[in-house]
């Protein structure tokens, strides 16, 4: 009986009745492995001693910022924000103390490698898809308020911001890996979610959400947009969780093709490769309907409908008590 239960559990799960996916959530955070690396610049260069949150007294009154930059700001200037990509983190002002704070959650070794595997030489793929939240000493008033946003959004008190480090603190020990993508059977609300983001912006939504929760009353005349990256398909399938797919027995077929899907996102490239590669893609997202797609370590196949991708920069209204 117990059996027959898990079998028709588990025909649910993979026949996608229930929608979206859940992000999942693990019991502690894994060692990085040593192959992944930043690049141009450190994850948390000048966090807080072991990121931990700092601590109020209870009657410390805190104002609440929402914070925005474009993308990569550091390379490229304003140059993104014209396309509305942009980087959401949270500030915080201690009226007591005076000591500000800066707090965001992003990926360990940035964008490109959180979004597609690494090609190993032995045919095999690296994920290095970590995100964590990083909270370190000020706020940085112009790199925010120049190209973006840096608006106060709610005021707390002490004991709802130390109840809030101690979420956040399990948030970031279990919600572990970033994810780029917005997965949905097409644009506006009419389309189904298949798999949702987790990412600068949705930490900070569920963080505003989290401190209402505590209680948090958020200004509602303030207006904040979030930008996402949309997949367009039909109901995804699945394949199975990475260690079946590339372990004993596996079908080497779909293997070699969920090789070569990655193989056409390799950041190393030169011009001449990434421009061949940039076509491959559009042959396998366009001509041929589909995307290997990943998410909580299992790999799925999204039978791919028009407009294939779309970046929105829609607005999400802050949280209600």
């Given at each position: 009986?117990?059996?027959?239960?898990?079998?028709?559990?588990?025909?649910?799960?993979?026949?996608?009745?229930?929608?979206?996916?859940?992000?999942?959530?693990?019991?502690?955070?894994?060692?990085?492995?040593?192959?992944?690396r930043?690049?141009?610049?450190?994850?948390?260069?000048?966090?807080?001693?072991?990121?931990?949150?700092?601590?109020?007294?209870?009657?410390?009154?805190?104002e609440?910022?929402?914070?925005?930059?474009?993308v990569?700001?550091?390379?490229?200037?304003?140059?993104l924000?014209?396309?509305?990509?942009?980087?959401?983190?949270?500030?915080?002002?201690?009226?007591?103390?005076?000591?500000?704070?800066?707090m965001?959650?992003?990926?360990?070794?940035?964008?490109?490698?959180?979004?597609?595997?690494?090609?190993?030489?032995?045919?095999?793929?690296?994920?290095?898809?970590?995100?964590?939240?990083?909270?370190?000493?000020?706020?940085?008033d112009?790199?925010?308020?120049?190209?973006?946003?840096?608006?106060?959004?709610?005021?707390?008190?002490?004991?709802?911001?130390?109840?809030?480090?101690?979420?956040?603190?399990?948030?970031?020990?279990?919600?572990?890996?970033?994810?780029?993508?917005?997965?949905?059977?097409?644009?506006?609300e009419?389309?189904?979610?298949?798999?949702?983001?987790?990412?600068?912006?949705?930490?900070?939504?569920?963080?505003?959400?989290?401190?209402?929760?505590?209680?948090?009353?958020?200004?509602?005349?303030?207006?904040?947009?979030?930008?996402?990256?949309?997949?367009?398909s039909?109901?995804?399938?699945?394949?199975?969780?990475?260690?079946?797919?590339?372990?004993?027995?596996?079908?080497?077929?779909?293997?070699?093709?969920i090789?070569?899907?990655?193989?056409?996102?390799?950041?190393?490239q030169?011009?001449?490769?990434?421009?061949?590669?940039?076509?491959?893609?559009?042959m396998?997202?366009?001509?041929?309907?589909?995307?290997?797609?990943f998410?909580?370590?299992?790999?799925?196949?999204?039978?791919?409908?028009?407009?294939?991708?779309?970046?929105?920069?829609?607005?999400?209204?802050?949280?209600?008590?």
């Open positions: 009986m117990q059996s027959m239960i898990f079998l028709l559990l588990f025909l649910v799960y993979v026949n996608g009745d229930t929608w979206p996916v859940a992000y999942k959530r693990y019991e502690s955070r894994p060692t990085t492995n040593p192959y992944c930043a690049g141009v610049l450190p994850f948390c260069p000048t966090g807080r001693e072991s990121n931990t949150m700092p601590k109020f007294n209870a009657t410390d009154r805190i609440v910022f929402a914070l925005k930059a474009p990569w700001e550091f390379k490229f200037g304003k140059l924000a014209d396309f509305n990509i942009m980087h959401d983190a949270i500030g915080f002002k201690n009226l007591n103390t005076g000591l500000n704070y800066t965001e959650w992003y990926e360990l070794f940035q964008l490109f490698n959180c979004t597609f595997a690494h090609l190993l030489p032995n045919n095999t793929l690296k994920w290095c898809n970590q995100g964590a939240s990083c909270i370190y000493d000020g706020i940085n112009i790199h925010w308020s120049q190209n973006g946003t840096l608006v106060k959004v709610a005021e707390i008190t002490g004991e709802m911001f130390n109840d809030f480090g101690n979420w956040s603190e399990w948030d970031n020990n279990t919600g572990i890996y970033y994810e780029t993508w917005t997965v949905a059977s097409e644009p506006g009419a389309g189904e979610l298949w798999f949702a983001p987790n990412d600068c912006a949705s930490f900070v939504l569920r963080a505003f959400q989290k401190m209402a929760d505590l209680g948090a009353q958020f200004n509602q005349s303030v207006h904040l947009n979030y930008t996402k990256i949309f997949l367009f039909e109901e995804p399938i699945h394949l199975g969780p990475a260690s079946v797919i590339f372990g004993p027995g596996a079908n080497q077929t779909l293997i070699e093709d090789l070569l899907f990655y193989s056409h996102f390799q950041s190393h030169d011009v001449g490769h990434l421009l061949e590669s940039l076509l491959q893609v559009y396998e997202v366009v001509a041929e309907h589909r995307f290997y797609f998410y909580n370590f299992e790999y799925w196949l999204l039978p791919m409908v028009s407009p294939y991708v779309r970046l929105t920069y829609d607005e999400i209204p802050l949280p209600t008590t």
